[in-house]
């Protein structure tokens, strides 16, 4: 095995791992969703609306301070992005 074939069975063998890894996020999300739902119910029972601002602040920016790799502008993208997804489920 020459140079270049090992990264390619290194490249193969990240990737495999990235799969496995967007994967067991989208459990997490799909996790998260199940719970917005019943945060949604609840919402309805006390009429309260859907959008809370300080709640996703406060969410975004605690994950923000947790992150060690990814750029807080990214951060707030991607966080921006669930919520959003999450909001719709509630309505």
């Known amino acids: 095995m020459n140079g270049k074939e090992k990264y390619i069975k290194k490249l193969k063998k990240y ?4 799969n496995k ?6 459990e997490l999300l799909n996790a998260r969703g199940n719970l917005v739902i ?16 300080q709640r996703e602040k ?13 750029k807080p502008k990214s951060i ?8 959003n997804a999450c909001k719709l489920i509630q309505e």
């Open 38 to 53: 019943k945060v949604g119910e609840i919402k309805r029972i006390l009429e309260l609306g859907i959008d809370q601002p």
């Open 15 to 18: 990737r495999e791992e990235i």
């Open 76 to 83: 707030e993208a991607i966080w921006t992005e669930i919520i």
């Open 58 to 70: 406060e969410i975004i920016e605690g994950i923000r301070k947790m992150s060690s790799i990814l």
């Open 21 to 26: 890894l967007d994967y067991r996020i989208l």
